[in-house]
């Protein structure tokens, strides 16, 4: 093991690292947090629904069954980030470096925890999408917002919300996320309005009032695109997903760039290894990326689709362009998935929301330090029925 820690030596640095951006935990204003202090697992029975009937006098009435269901929460996931510090490293450094390592890994852990409760929002039963209010089958035809004399962004929102309340979420408890794109739309919306509420969206920052519903800028939304492959790239044709570059070539050799393989279906083979991190990287598939451009691929995931590669993100749009010769290889349009939601609809159970703890090598000054939290999400069968998805495209197709 070699810890890289030639730009924090004593030396003639700036007296703190860079500054970075924090973010509280925005899943644990939202979610609806359940209470296991001792246990790993909870059961969450409910009594099914039950329809009314009518009594006529002198007249027996068949007696109904009581039919009952169980949901479970169970602390099953671990999100960990480890690193280990020599004495000697710690000596040194112009600076302590070990709280920052780990105030930045408590970050990673913390967004990692966001990423997954706002990809609940799939297990919805209600859609709200270009086709207008139902059932969520999987299938999402995503809505492109409008803003001017012609804007749709309050009817969207709107006919969401009362959609839900109409089968049987209660209004006062309505919430609404949306990712930063979609919050300009709705402060262009405040101001072409004239609302007093315009003045104050800008003060709170990520929260928020719009349609009466307490409106929450979100970054880690559920995200997704296509990306079409039917025709074999051509070297030095290049894609950005998050704003790390692959590179296609005849013989790859430098970190990024993806093994043209002979024909589209198995480039596209590696394209997909690429981007997962997955399989061995070699000149024959991919050279694998740096450490800090993996990082930022957290969180995204590639489906090999023969001559297309499905991508889904964690972090809302994918921010993601291509280079490419064969004007049909393309990205689709880029969607997020926003949410009009009954507060606590989803569930969690968080134990230690971040630990941290440290163990000693024997015979070295070597300390190891794992950072990590516990914690379950869940959207029960009640919940499902108090959450309607919202698909927006955040990103037209490219032409």
């Given at each position: 093991m070699a810890n890289d820690l030639q730009y924090v030596v004593k030396q003639h640095y700036?007296?703190?690292v860079q500054d970075r951006l924090e973010k509280?935990?925005?899943?644990?204003?939202?979610?609806?947090?359940?209470?296991?202090?001792?246990?790993?697992?909870?059961?969450?029975?409910?009594?099914?629904?039950?329809?009314?009937?009518?009594?006529?006098?002198?007249?027996?009435?068949?007696?109904?069954?009581?039919?009952?269901?169980?949901?479970?929460?169970?602390?099953?996931?671990?999100?960990?980030?480890?690193?280990?510090?020599?004495?000697?490293?710690?000596?040194?450094?112009?600076?302590?470096?070990?709280?920052?390592?780990?105030?930045?890994?408590?970050?990673?852990?913390?967004?990692?925890?966001?990423?997954?409760?706002?990809?609940?929002?799939?297990?919805?039963?209600?859609?709200?999408?270009?086709?207008?209010?139902g059932v969520n089958t999987g299938t999402l035809s995503p809505i492109t917002l409008v803003t001017g004399a012609s804007q749709n962004i309050s009817?969207?929102?709107?006919?969401?919300?009362?959609?839900?309340?109409?089968?049987?979420?209660?209004?006062?408890?309505?919430?609404?996320?949306?990712?930063?794109?979609?919050?300009?739309?709705?402060?262009?919306?405040?101001?072409?309005?004239?609302?007093?509420?315009?003045?104050?969206?800008?003060?709170?920052?990520?929260?928020?009032?719009?349609g009466w519903m307490k409106a929450y800028e979100v970054s880690n939304l559920y995200g997704s695109t296509s990306f079409a492959m039917a025709t074999e790239p051509t070297?030095?044709?290049?894609?950005?997903?998050?704003?790390?570059?692959?590179?296609?070539?005849?013989?790859?050799?430098?970190p990024w760039e993806i093994d043209l393989s002979g024909t589209a279906a198995t480039t596209v083979d590696n394209v997909v290894l690429a981007i997962n991190g997955t399989g061995t990287p070699s000149a024959t598939t991919y050279i694998e990326l740096t450490s800090e451009d993996r990082a930022r691929l957290e969180g995204v995931t590639a489906t090999d689709a023969t001559t297309s590669i499905t991508i889904v993100s964690k972090w809302g749009q994918l921010t993601a362009t291509s280079s490419m010769t064969a004007a049909a290889n393309d990205f689709a349009a880029?969607?997020?998935?926003?949410?009009?939601?009954?507060?606590?609809?989803?569930?969690m159970a968080l134990r230690n929301a971040v630990k941290v703890s440290s163990a000693r090598e024997p015979l070295k000054l070597v300390t190891n330090y794992f950072i990590y939290a516990r914690y379950w999400l869940k959207v029960t069968t009640r919940s499902k029925e108090r959450i309607v998805v919202i698909p927006l495209v955040s990103k037209a197709a490219e032409a």
């Open positions: 700036a007296n703190a509280s935990l925005v899943a644990m204003d939202l979610a609806g947090m359940i209470d296991i202090p001792n246990w790993t697992t909870k059961n969450l029975p409910l009594v099914q629904m039950r329809s009314t009937g009518n009594y006529t006098k002198y007249t027996a009435q068949t007696i109904a069954d009581v039919d009952t269901s169980n949901d479970q929460i169970i602390i099953d996931t671990n999100p960990m980030v480890n690193f280990a510090l020599d004495d000697l490293d710690e000596d040194d450094n112009y600076i302590n470096i070990k709280p920052e390592i780990i105030a930045d890994a408590s970050y990673q852990i913390k967004k990692r925890i966001d990423w997954d409760f706002f990809a609940q929002v799939m297990n919805a039963k209600w859609k709200y999408d270009a086709n207008g209010f009817a969207t929102f709107g006919w969401a919300k009362a959609g839900l309340v109409s089968v049987g979420a209660n209004w006062n408890n309505a919430i609404l996320w949306v990712d930063p794109f979609t919050i300009n739309s709705l402060t262009t919306l405040w101001l072409e309005q004239g609302y007093n509420i315009a003045d104050e969206s800008y003060s709170r920052g990520f929260k928020g009032m719009f070297a030095d044709d290049y894609f950005y997903i998050q704003g790390v570059k692959f590179t296609f070539k005849a013989v790859p050799s430098l880029q969607v997020v998935n926003c949410t009009v939601m009954e507060k606590w609809a989803i569930k």
